[in-house]
């Protein structure tokens, strides 16, 4: 199991970075780079390989409306020939409200145009031409649109590799289908190890059912806060779990309209209906605290990873179990180094 960490897209980036270059030396294996409508995570990416050696770079995520296909591909073979192929593309639809509201796109077709800009992507780090006539994308412009003067074109450099991880933070029923068909990793949110077959179950096995085994076995990163010790039981670990709650209730809440929210249909798939109905009505009246409360403790308990050692060694069976190879932590207490140095013996030893 790998160890990965987030880069906020909101926080001091250059700070962030001294800390990423910190956590490698420790034996961090993958950094990930949101990028949401804040600065781009393509420059940061390119950054980050400049300023690392060993450490897997990935995007978490770029989404499929503000680029082109081609594009991708080509951020695709950029990032990782600055990195000496070190690059995870990450790739995801985000919302309605961030491509229409901010970049101007009609949110159409999200599940088809992410499977075919990984089509696409993955033609042109073969460089083969791209023809390609799909539902969202057609290359080169069909017959009597444009000036009619576009032709197939293949990209000029030889990449560094012509197959780099592709991963699809899918959500809903037919994208996770198409993720466990087509994508070499699935980035989900909200993931409880135990229970996450009830909500997304149908949908992978579905998935892998008509996957190309050349893909081999679809990788699954979830992302849990970490803090290991005798002090994180009972109010010790509720002072960490709270932590979580503005940031639950406001994707469960506040991530979307009311008839639209996928973070809000997750909940609900996990059995807390009534709690996703509570905590919508209040974040959305505006009472973000009330809607913090209104979290279920038990589901930031068994997302998390937070109590004595040997319980969150217990813990990590399950989240083998479910077939996580890539653990995304945010490590809490007072030197989160040690706290990854300590995960990782534990992961050893589960």
């Known amino acids: 199991m790998k160890l990965g960490m987030s880069i906020n897209y909101v926080g001091d980036f250059h700070s962030s970075v001294e800390k990423v270059i910190e956590y490698e030396n420790a034996g961090l294996d993958i950094v990930w780079v ?22 897997e770079i990935g995007t978490g995520i ?9 594009a991708i591909a080509q951020t695709a073979a950029g990032c990782d020939y600055v990195s000496n192929g070190r690059f995870i593309l990450g790739l995801g639809a985000s919302g309605p409200q961030v491509i229409e509201g901010f970049h101007g796109v009609p949110y159409e077709k999200p599940m088809k145009r992410i499977s075919e800009y990984i089509d696409i992507t993955r033609m042109a780090l073969k460089r083969e031409p791209l023809i390609y006539s799909g539902k969202t994308v057609q290359i080169p412009l069909p017959e ?28 809903m029923p037919l994208s996770v289908k198409e993720t466990a068909r087509s994508a070499d990793g699935w980035l989900p949110v909200f993931f409880v190890p135990d229970e996450f077959q009830k909500v997304w179950g149908d949908d992978l096995k579905a998935g892998t059912a008509l996957r190309n085994q050349d893909l081999g076995k679809l990788s699954i990163a979830a992302s849990a806060t970490v803090a290991i010790g005798e002090e994180y039981v009972n109010e010790g670990a509720d002072r ?15 991530m979307g309209a009311r008839d639209k929210n996928f973070y809000n249909t997750i909940a609900q798939k996990y059995g807390y209906e009534e709690e996703a109905i509570e905590i919508q009505d209040l974040y959305l009246d505006g009472q973000k605290d009330a809607a913090a409360a209104a979290v279920p ?43 990854m140095g300590t995960l990782r013996q534990l992961i050893e030893d589960a």
């Open 62 to 70: 770029l989404n499929v409306y503000s680029r082109t296909a081609a």
């Open 144 to 171: 009597g649109t444009g000036t009619g003067l576009g032709k197939p074109l293949k990209l000029i450099n030889h990449p560094v590799r012509n197959e780099i991880p592709i991963w699809w933070a899918s959500l």
């Open 240 to 254: 960490v779990l709270d932590r979580q709650r503005p940031t639950t209730a406001l994707y469960w809440g506040g």
């Open 34 to 55: 949101a990028e949401a409508y804040s600065i781009d995570a393509v420059s940061q990416v390119g950054f980050l390989a400049a300023k690392t050696k060993k450490i």
């Open 297 to 339: 403790g038990d589901f930031l308990q068994r997302a998390n990873l937070v109590g004595p050692a040997s319980y969150v060694k217990e813990r990590l069976g399950a989240w083998k179990e479910a077939g996580v190879n890539v653990l995304n932590i945010t490590p809490v207490g007072p030197d989160p180094v040690a706290t």
